[in-house]
């Protein structure tokens, strides 16, 4: 990573695709982002979901580069005439959009005579824009000031995301640790949590239910930048927790 | 459904919740609400996921409900410190945020002697509001205007989603057909698809590449509001891909 800066590193999600929105692409890269993201100390902000509508992207990658560090993008960089994203990155950016010189010469390389004006169209970029490798399938992704523009595809996408990583600057991740209430619920122990993280400002305390064989159960999750902090509230909640943990059948 | 237009139906989806931009949840309900909406003929065209902070929810219900017919929110309507949608709903529409009555009677008939102030926050709603029963765990959700405020567990917005549905307008639902492309890659069909999608403006072409045992395939899929017009597309289509599947171990 190009540096560990005590501030927050912010970012967002942009996912561009009307199969998405129709349900019948399940999402998995946001999920997958935001998890990585967290492991390098960057916090994710807000994630979109847009269809392939050019003022649609345009809107939403400007509402959101201007607002975070960084702004991460998947889907629609392919060879079909609905993969539009690199249009709607020149939009926003007000870029003349042309073959990348570098790409073309990457696709003519791995596809000899299979490259068609089809798959020229995936080395469309705005001018200006920088390469992502792309390890798993070589049409390469680009970054275009504080955007990353990665494929649909989960392990494309996942590949990208690994080249760009290093070039990251990140910030002090969060410690982070979870307590399983084991059959608390939620309603239980709302009270005295709360008092808990008043008493903690620097220790972000969330409380996530769900349901289990039926019944109802919750993880409570410490966030903080302070390691003494965290160990004094994780004491506190599993005292609680303790206290209120069901010994029998009560549901 | 109280009504069947001509017209598009429109909605979107926020989900309200730290735990999803850390990666540590999952979201499942952007998906399943998607495919939901699709089969009512409601066309979803954008979802965002902001974080547990009053300003963020207030500024993007307001941005989403504003635009669309409908907005569906998921998350935040718990009984800890952390769930804060009813304040970020009260905020968006300058509304105060107390208990509803309804709400406070149906806690108290299934909680009994556990209904505590914790609890009693279930039933916090903007002024105005009406409850959206909840038939898995009895806490109600509400709606407000146009805005449909949900919980984040999915088996319980999924039940409350059930209770919605039949209080919505719905569009014509698009007929929709998937072709397997059944190892035909995108850039194969790129051109020529781009063709029969200007041929047929009435008929959405979507392509859809996908990795599958290390190689990439896609699928094709239209969809359409004219029967006719579908067909005719899907015949092109068939035709396209029938010549450009492989017979070989072509890569």
Redesign the interface.
């Known amino acids: 990573m190009s540096g560990n800066t005590g501030e927050a590193v912010t970012a967002a999600v942009l996912v561009i695709g009307?199969?998405?929105?129709?349900?019948?692409?399940?999402?998995r890269n946001?999920?997958?982002?935001?998890?990585?993201?967290?492991g390098l100390g960057i916090?994710?902000?807000?994630?979109?979901?847009?269809?392939?509508v050019l003022g649609?992207i345009a809107a939403a990658v400007n509402a959101l580069r201007e607002r975070y560090d960084y702004l991460f993008t998947t889907g629609g960089i392919?060879?079909?005439?609905?993969d539009i994203t690199a249009d709607g990155m020149g939009l926003a950016f007000g870029l003349p959009v042309s073959h990348h010189p570098d790409a073309v010469e990457i696709l003519k390389s791995h596809?000899g005579d299979?490259l068609?004006?089809?798959?020229l169209?995936?080395a469309r970029m705005p001018e200006g824009a920088e390469l992502v490798r792309n390890p798993?399938?070589n049409a390469p992704g680009f970054r275009i000031g504080n955007v990353f523009v990665m494929a649909g595809?989960p392990?494309?996408m996942q590949g990208m995301l690994d080249e760009i990583a290093p070039t990251l600057k990140t910030g002090q991740p969060y410690l982070v640790d979870?307590i399983e209430g084991d059959g608390v619920k939620?309603?239980?122990?709302?009270?005295p949590?709360?008092e808990i993280?008043r008493a903690f400002p620097g220790v972000?305390?969330?409380?996530?239910?769900?349901?289990r064989d039926g019944s109802?159960t919750t993880t409570i999750?410490l966030?903080s930048r302070s390691a003494e902090d965290l160990a004094a509230a994780k004491a506190r909640v599993t005292q609680l927790l303790g206290e209120l943990r069901p010994t029998g059948s009560r549901s």
């Open positions: 009307d199969e998405i929105l129709s349900g019948r692409t399940k999402d946001i999920g997958y982002i935001a998890e990585y993201l967290t916090e994710l902000r807000e994630a979109r979901i847009v269809p392939d649609e392919g060879p079909t005439h609905d596809l299979r068609n004006e089809a798959r169209r995936m798993v399938s595809i392990s494309v979870a939620e309603g239980d122990i709302g009270g949590l709360g993280q972000m305390i969330g409380s996530y239910p769900r349901s109802f999750v966030r």
